[in-house]
């Protein structure tokens, strides 16, 4: 599976942004997705993660209950929502997949897309 990502953009803090993930080439509702960030200096980290069908999810601390994962199966895309946004949360965001669970415990996802740079000013 082909992923594209995009949205991302220049936001003072507290605003917000919604990444999008396009996906093609394979059935995207066969796969988990998850995004992922990498801000410079610093590894690249889980962010969170949605089942193939949607009904679950999952983030990491230091997101949990500002930024909400999705899906849309049927027109082959996922997205982030991230409100109230921090400097902290200045990163090169890429969204992945794979046709097992996502996490922050679990193997790296096989699929990748190129990543978008989203930049929170103070």
């Known amino acids: 599976v082909q992923l594209q990502a995009s949205g991302g953009g220049l936001v003072q803090a507290g605003g917000s942004l919604r990444l999008s993930c396009a996906a093609s080439?394979?059935?995207?509702?066969?796969?988990?997705m998850g995004w992922f960030r990498q801000a410079p200096g610093e590894e690249r980290e889980f962010v969170a993660s949605?089942?193939?069908?949607?009904?679950?999810?999952y983030y990491s601390d230091s997101v949990r209950g500002r930024f909400t994962i999705s899906r849309d199966n049927a027109k082959n895309t996922g997205s982030l929502q991230m409100n109230s946004l921090k400097p902290e949360d200045t990163a090169i965001y890429y969204c992945a997949a794979d046709l097992n669970p996502i996490g922050s415990e679990r193997p790296i996802p096989a699929y990748w897309g190129q990543g978008t740079q989203v930049t929170v000013s103070s």
């Open positions: 080439g394979r059935t995207f509702s066969n796969y988990y």
């Open positions: 949605v089942t193939w069908s949607g009904g679950k999810t």
